[in-house]
């Protein structure tokens, strides 16, 4: 039976603007068959390219989006799960200021119209992880559904400890890892990490979703590897997006790599 935990990110760029190649969002397997379940592109709106196939999870990403469309669009999303802003503690948000508006403006969308919430997701460095249990603090009498993370490195079994010390602190909560990746530019260490991870992940019960960043024809900065892209600058997807689409567990020349 196929294990469907896998989020696509797919980045806003591909619907829309100068080399963008929406139609391929349709080349993406979505059924019982194949790991992908949800598709994020950092923001409220689902890509219409997607044409309502993969379920979206809708991304509320910082606090200037809290009027206006952008929180129309939050508002009444058909989006099940809605994810809480995108790495907060660099974006100049208190873990105070994030509480407020998690009480007045998220909680009621969990009361009144059902909506998962998944928590902020922070960084795994130690400002990322001191936001997160700050603002747990003050949210303990309406926790969210899922506990969001993020995480960069070079290290598999760093990434596993690191997941595991965040569930143990909140052991209630599924985890959704909103973005993961590795950052060596060694394409065998990239791959090694993915599917060592991947396979880990799937098997374990308490993971929701995991996100591997991220298919966007351009690199987002310097910090993340070009090794680890899922699509080309043509459009195009990587042979390591391709094994995130079809093969569970992830195989490297030919042999599954053990969680």
């Not at 980045?11 to 790991?35: C, E, R």
């Not at 790495?87 to 403006?105: F, G, I, L, V, Y």
């Not at 890892?177 to 990239?190: G, L, P, Q, W, Y």
Request: charge should be neutral; aromatic fraction near 12%.
């Amino acid at each position: 039976m196929t294990i469907r935990k896998r989020m696509l990110l797919w980045d806003w760029t591909n619907s829309t603007g100068a080399g963008s190649t929406p139609q391929n969002l349709a080349k993406v397997p979505y059924d019982a068959s194949h790991p992908t379940v949800s598709l994020c592109n950092w923001n409220a709106w689902d890509p219409p390219e997607n044409h309502n196939r993969i379920a979206f999870r809708a991304l509320l990403h910082d606090k200037n989006r809290l009027t206006g469309n952008e929180w129309a669009m939050i508002a009444n999303t058909t989006s099940p799960i809605i994810i809480f802003y995108n790495e907060p503690e660099r974006a100049n948000t208190s873990a105070q200021e994030a509480a407020d508006t998690w009480h007045k403006m998220l909680v009621p969308l969990r009361k009144q119209k059902g909506k998962k919430l998944c928590s902020p997701s922070c960084s795994n460095d130690g400002n990322g992880q001191k936001w997160i249990a700050d603002f747990m603090g003050r949210v303990k009498d309406d926790m969210p559904d899922y506990l969001g993370l993020h995480y960069y490195g070079n290290s598999a079994k760093d990434a596993k400890d690191f997941v595991e010390m965040m569930h143990d602190k909140w052991p209630h909560l599924p985890v959704m890892i909103t973005e993961i990746a590795c950052i060596s530019r060694n394409k065998d260490d990239v791959y090694k990490f993915t599917a060592e991870f991947a396979n880990w992940a799937d098997e374990t019960p308490w993971i929701a979703e995991y996100a591997f960043f991220g298919c966007m024809r351009k690199l987002a900065d310097n910090f993340v590897s070009p090794a680890a892209q899922l699509m080309n600058p043509d459009g195009s997807f990587t042979d390591l997006f391709y094994k995130l689409m079809y093969d569970q567990p992830i195989k490297i020349n030919g042999q599954a790599i053990k969680p």
